[in-house]
């Protein structure tokens, strides 16, 4: 589709209507806004395509400002991770920014507040305090500290930062309306005292803003014209707008605007849960390729341009909605079928023998690099007596549905010949052990003779015995049984895991063209799926992961 076919979503038809309404265009200007605690995930995706997917359609800069208002559970690890992830995606922030460059602006701007009898600090418990916000429908009570003096509250304010009190001990609130129908506008927490090392400020503040105290400010301190979150925030809007009121000094007012998380069926989203999976060993770390982070997902195989590609398709929403996973899935198929080079892969190998093609003897085959690709070009196999092809490509007697190899039949093996099933060597046990068949030495691909245009119902995919080399191949499965892990109120997400997520095999062959990749390649197995290289890989041991199987079982 081309961008002007293209309906606007909700959140372009907004910025159309402030343009239209006077907003210049070079005012406009974004961020993704993370939280340095967590990997990014698919979700967050979303919102980087939607921040980012702006900043190029109207060619505004955007801001890439980590949220690291909580020391606690924040770490430059994180930072790292999400800025690879950002940059593997391919899009380029304007600034990085980070909410602790404005630590000393806010404590200056809630002094302020202080002092025009707009904050105070109460020194009562968390319990109570919560206790007396009331319920929605029942205004709250004000703390007995709401009408203390500005000289107090700032003296208490002062020494909290100095590190004197102990965490919980007090807390710095705005004075706002404890009779608000709006839960958020009853005297919200500005401060409150942690006593940890912050990743960037080290110890220097012994007291920590909080998220809405926060996010406004940085928003218009960086000039943020539009300033998009999830559908959780909608009712903290009219405080954002409060605290930016409060601090207004000229300038531009941000505008805060919601959409739908995203949602995916078989997993769970929430950094808390990853984390989770990640510390109790449930996956092998955040980019475990069975995680739906981004990291995850590269790992997996994925590329940029599919996971861009699913978020046009999801869309972005004004209501709660779950994607299914197949969508991801059938994005993937999508762009690693036009990209990823073909090439042959035996996962369960069994040995077939040509009987009448001559010992000793090597073809090299042509064989088409990607038939969706025209500049993708050729590469060679070598075809010899001994191959091996699929335990399950066989079946001693067969149905007129098995279109595969029996005995007495013919089925061409890809890029080679046609064959025929003759016999088979069993072990003591009655176990097939070899396969013997006979070819046709007229009826090579492409060799145009009519032998080679004879029609056979199967074809399949082989590796010679000699020349293909061992791998281990990883094969995944979904994380979780459940389209919804995490919707079950008196259960765990953990009890839904799936036993069998992860399956290795170590018996593969692949074809010698395979020999020296390097991790992150990606390639089409013939008949098999998509796989990539991991990085778990060396040359004497190479290692795939599955990415996704060929199939599209994804309806429309
Ligand atoms: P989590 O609940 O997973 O910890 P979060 O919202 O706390 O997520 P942040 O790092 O604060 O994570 O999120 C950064 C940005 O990404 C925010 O603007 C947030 O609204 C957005 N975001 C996070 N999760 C999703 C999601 N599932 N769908 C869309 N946007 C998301
Ligand atoms: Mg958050």
Not at 51 to 77: H, I, M, S, W
Not at 364 to 392: C, V
Not at 438 to 464: A, F, I, M, Q
């Amino acid at each position: 589709m081309s961008e002007e076919k293209k309906s606007l979503n909700f959140i372009e038809q907004i910025i159309e209507e402030d343009l239209k309404n006077g907003l210049p265009q070079e005012k406009l200007r974004f961020r993704f806004p993370p939280e340095p605690n967590g990997y990014l995930h698919i979700g967050h995706a979303a919102s980087i395509c939607l921040n980012f997917g702006l900043g190029k359609k109207y060619n505004a800069p955007v801001n890439l400002r980590f949220d690291d208002t909580n020391p606690a559970k924040e770490e430059q690890e994180y930072v790292d991770a999400i800025k690879k992830d950002i940059a593997w995606l391919g899009f380029k922030w304007d600034k990085e920014l980070y909410a602790s460059n404005y630590f000393q602006q806010l404590y200056d701007w809630a002094v302020d507040m202080i002092k025009q009898g707009k904050a105070y600090v109460d020194e009562q418990p968390q319990d109570v305090i919560n206790t007396q916000k009331g319920t929605p429908t029942q205004a709250g009570i004000e703390s007995p500290y709401r009408n203390r003096s500005a000289a107090e509250s700032l003296d208490l304010l002062e020494r909290m930062n100095k590190g004197e009190f102990e965490e919980g001990a007090m807390v710095l609130r705005a004075k706002i309306d404890m009779a608000s129908p709006n839960m958020h506008m009853r005297d919200p927490i500005m401060y409150r005292i942690l006593h940890r090392a912050h990743h960037r400020t080290g110890d220097q503040w012994k007291i920590y803003p909080m998220y809405d105290w926060t996010h406004g400010q940085s928003d218009y301190l960086e000039q943020i014209s539009h300033s998009l979150c999830t559908l959780e925030f909608k009712p903290h809007r009219p405080l954002y707008e409060w605290y930016v009121e409060q601090v207004y000094n000229g300038g531009l007012k941000p505008k805060q605007r919601e959409f739908a998380r995203r949602n995916l069926s078989y997993t769970v989203m929430s950094k808390r849960k990853l984390l989770q999976l990640v510390e109790e060993g449930y996956v092998n770390g955040w980019d475990d390729p069975r995680m739906p982070t981004i990291s995850g997902l590269r790992r997996r195989g994925y590329t940029p341009e599919s996971i861009i590609n699913f978020s046009e398709l999801s869309g972005i929403s004004k209501r709660e909605n779950v994607t299914d996973v197949a969508l991801l899935e059938f994005a993937a198929r999508e762009h690693l079928n036009k990209i990823a080079p073909r090439r042959m892969a035996v996962l369960d190998p069994i040995k077939l023998v040509i009987d009448n093609y001559p010992e000793g003897k090597v073809e090299y085959l042509k064989a088409e690099n990607n038939p969706e690709d025209e500049t993708a070009g050729y590469r060679e196999m070598p075809f010899a007596r001994e191959l091996y092809i699929e335990r399950d490509d066989f079946k001693e007697s067969a149905n007129r549905k098995f279109f595969r190899l029996t005995l007495g039949k013919e089925v061409r093996l890809k890029n080679a010949y046609i064959i025929k099933g003759e016999s088979v060597v069993k072990d003591v046990d009655g176990n097939i052990i070899e396969i013997h068949a006979t070819y046709d030495p007229l009826s090579k691909s492409g060799s145009g003779t009519p032998e080679s245009k004879r029609k056979v119902k199967g074809t399949l995919h082989w590796v010679t015995a000699k020349h293909s080399v061992p791998a281990e191949i990883r094969i995944y499965d979904r994380l979780f049984i459940d389209e919804a892990p995490d919707g079950h109120k008196d259960r765990s997400f953990l009890e839904f895991l799936n036993p069998n997520s992860l399956q290795i095999d170590r018996k593969a062959r692949l074809e010698p063209n395979l020999q020296d990749v390097k991790p992150g390649e990606r390639f089409q197995f013939t008949r098999l799926g998509y796989f990539v290289v991991d990085p778990d890989s060396t040359k004497d041991q190479l290692v795939f992961n599955r990415t996704v199987t060929l199939r599209d079982t994804w309806k429309k």
